[in-house]
């Protein structure tokens, strides 16, 4: 998996994830992560989306999107996240 072309599908991934709403997204919020599998260069490219509370008030959510795939020798992951304020 080379990193910087998988960099911008996990952008937008978070990007699609951030334009739900704040109660959908609440709704995930402990629930399964949702995964997405997709080829890049003949590779399997995995990129698992979840949703948790960001702070202990349980008020702002944090979506987290990771992408999975081979390297040359090993699993190579790549993780980014947005914060989402309540309402």
């Known amino acids: ?4 072309d998988v960099y911008p599908i996990l952008c937008n991934e978070l990007r699609k ?3 739900n709403s704040y109660s959908q997204l609440r709704e995930m ?6 995964t997405t599998v997709f ?13 948790e509370w960001a702070d202990h008030y349980k008020k702002d959510l944090r979506i987290i999107a990771q ?5 040359s020798f090993r699993l190579e992951r790549m993780c980014e996240s947005v914060l989402i304020k309540a309402d």
Not at 1 to 4: G, I, K, P, T, V
Not at 67 to 71: E, I, K, V
């Open 17 to 19: 994830w951030q334009s």
């Open 1 to 4: 998996m080379r990193l910087q």
């Open 39 to 51: 080829e890049m260069a003949g590779e399997p490219i995995a990129i698992e989306v979840s949703v």
């Open 67 to 71: 992408a999975f795939g081979p390297s």
């Open 29 to 34: 919020v402990d629930s399964e992560s949702f």
